[in-house]
Each structure stands twice: as C-alpha cells, then as structure tokens.
T-cell receptor, first 115, second 114 residues
C-alpha cells in the first residue's frame, strides 16, 4: 500500500531564506505527484503537478522535483516571504489510474516564515 | 464563480445524532469527492462520485453515506455520529484536461462529536 511521508511536520525559517520541503513515497510506480498549499481554515490549492515522466516543474518562486526511483520529491521555495506561511501537502497518484480517487496525501509540513 | 462551497462551516454533535454535510460546485464538474483530515494525517478519501448518479467507496467509508443529488451537489451523511468522526471534512470537485485531473477544494466543515 502506498504511503506518503513528509518530514519535518513543522518548519520555521526567517524571511528571505531559500528552503526545501521533502516528500517520500514507498511505491515508485506513480502516475503523478502534486504539491498543495493549505492555509489555516481553508481548503487545498494545487501548486504544482509533476507527471511521472517529468523531473521537475516550476512556477514562480516554486520548483518541485521528482525522483521516482528513490521515491522522493522536493519543493524548493526561493526567497521566502511571510505570505508563504501555510501547510504544504504532497500527494501521489498511483500508477493504475489517473483518477483523483487514487490520490494518496501526505500529512503535510507546516511552514512558518518569520518576518 | 463561487467554486466549491460547503455548509455548515462548524458543527457540534452529540454521540448518536445524525447530520448531513452539504457540498455544491458551480464549475460543471463531473467528479466530486469527500475527504476527512485528522491531525497529523493526510486527507483520506471517504466517498467519491465520478458522475451524476454514481458513487463509490474510498479508503474510509464506514459510518458514512453519500448522495449525488445532481451534477452540482454531493452530500455526506452521518447516520449515528461517533467521537471518532470528529474531523475536518473537505469536499472537492475535479475536471480533466488532457492527461491531468485537477481538483478544487471547498473550505471545509469542522465537526466535533461529543
């Protein structure tokens, strides 16, 4: 059974620093991997989606990488800002289907950017 | 567009009481989902509906029922609430563009069962 792990559970860094969030998954046979952002009291918003055939995706100050063989993904945030404070969740979609019903979520990393 | 809306935002129930969580989307999406989120855990799928008139169990369906009333609405019912069902419940809908299925989430319903 696929398991998605995110360590650490919480991270606090000063504003302006570059940082990396980590995600690992146990079964490398995935269809795609997504990174989501969740603000307190809100739902999830998709940030980046990497297909299994891709190595990375970029959006603005965010860069997500995928290493299927090692079962790892990282989310790199450049020049962090207080507005980046949120919980970031990693989610993988199993190889059997592209359906969102097959998505397995990690428990998230709660990121706090100190002004 | 309001996106995905959920009601109520908060609810306190006593053990054994029943309630229905409402979800609606105005994006004309075929697929809709109900998740629960517990502290220290990722979202877990309760039920989903791939299209109007169909529903399927997810990872944790026990204690819940769903109803896809029409294309817009997907409700989640707790017939006899238990403290273990204390959680934050999220509804989502999705669209498929090419090979990608993108989900849109509602703001969540916080449920406390005493």
């Amino acid at each position: 059974k696929q398991e998605v792990t995110q360590i650490p559970a919480a991270l606090s860094v000063p504003e302006g620093e570059n940082l990396v969030l980590n995600c690992s998954f146990t079964d490398s046979a995935i269809y795609n991997l997504q990174w989501f952002r969740q603000d307190p009291g809100k739902g999830l918003t998709s940030l980046l989606l990497i297909q299994s055939s891709q190595r990375e995706q970029t959006s603005g100050r965010l860069n997500a990488s995928l290493d299927k063989s090692s079962g790892r993904s990282t989310l790199y945030i450049a020049a962090s800002q207080p507005g980046d404070s949120a919980t970031y969740l990693c989610a993988v979609n199993d190889d059997t289907s592209s359906s969102a019903s097959k998505i397995i979520f990690g428990s998230g990393t709660r990121l706090s950017i100190r002004p | 567009n309001a996106g995905v809306t959920q009601t109520p935002k908060f609810q306190v129930l006593k053990t054994g009481q029943s309630m229905t969580l409402q979800c609606a989307q105005d994006m004309n999406h075929n697929s809709m989902y109900w998740y629960r989120q517990d502290p220290g855990m990722g979202l877990r799928l309760i039920y989903y509906s791939a299209s109007e008139g169909t529903t399927d169990k997810g990872e944790v369906p026990n204690g819940y029922n769903v109803s896809r009333l029409n294309k817009r609405e997907f409700s989640l019912r707790l017939e006899s609430a238990a403290p273990s069902q204390t959680s934050v419940y999220f509804c989502a809908s999705s669209e498929v563009l090419g090979q990608q299925e993108t989900q849109y989430f509602g703001p969540g319903t916080r449920l406390l069962v005493l």
